[in-house]
């Protein structure tokens, strides 16, 4: 077998007819052992002979480790003549059909196309470099993230998230946020919840267990903030369900550089942290 930077050296007409012989020799498809989710394109921004740049769609179930790496391999099949390779990957075929990252006015709709995009396939031959990005919160992310995953290709064993709950990736989240009433009040406090995680990744019968602030009249504020986040993750499918739960802890920290500011810190299985300096009044 070539080595990984050996691969990226050989011709494309001799790494076509070495990929020919590494199906014949095993007797089967590669494509039969790691079926590649279906995709739709959306904005082709280029495809040239040396540079392929676009977006596509995916259902957001097939964002797990392992969905998106038989993807990338037949992504880097149909584009193997070209040295770079760069695929944003939506969960929704209106936004990798509309959603441009540039755009001099945010609005909301704007917004809401971006926040479906929730992973990315790089390859560049010059760089010996090949990864995927899987991005659970789109608009936290950026070099770096500390809520994406990387996973560099080409990989042995089972990819791992860097979010995860019972080996179950984290496909999609709506950041957590400080809720403003109880940052008027300057209000701490934590909720724990309960629920389940379906075999199709969705959450259910989410309930509050436990819920306590200081001073009280923030409890109710960070109760429902709390609740409605978690009903909008989305984890990977799996041949079971999921008990969870899962404690929120806000904490005013007037440490933190800038007033408003909000941290998040996750704690998976268990915990997540939210911290805030509340703005002046």
Known sequence: MLART???????????????????????????????????????????????????????????????????????????????????????????????????????????????????????ADKHEEYLLIIPDPRKSYIGAPFDTRIDLPISGTPQCRLQMNSRCLLAFRHPNYPSEALKVKASGTVTLTGTITRDGKMTDVRIAEAAANPPEGRASLANSTLENLKAWRFEPAQHKDAVRITYSYKIDASLASKGQVDVDFALPSQIVIRSNPPAN
């Open 6 to 124: 050996e691969w990226f050296c050989v011709s494309p007409m001799k790494r076509i007819a070495l990929a020919t012989c590494i199906i014949l020799a095993s007797g089967a498809s590669a494509y039969t052992q790691c079926p590649a989710p279906q995709y739709r394109k959306g904005i082709v921004w280029e495809d040239s002979k040396s540079t392929v740049n676009m977006y596509i769609s995916i259902r957001l179930r097939d964002f797990s480790p392992s969905r998106l790496v038989c993807l990338a391999k037949s992504l880097r099949e149909r584009y193997r003549d070209r040295k770079s390779i760069t695929i944003y990957i939506f969960s929704s075929r209106e936004a990798a059909k509309h959603w441009v990252s540039m755009q001099q006015e945010e609005t909301r709709k704007h917004a809401e196309l971006g926040a479906e995009m929730h992973g990315a396939y790089f390859c560049d």
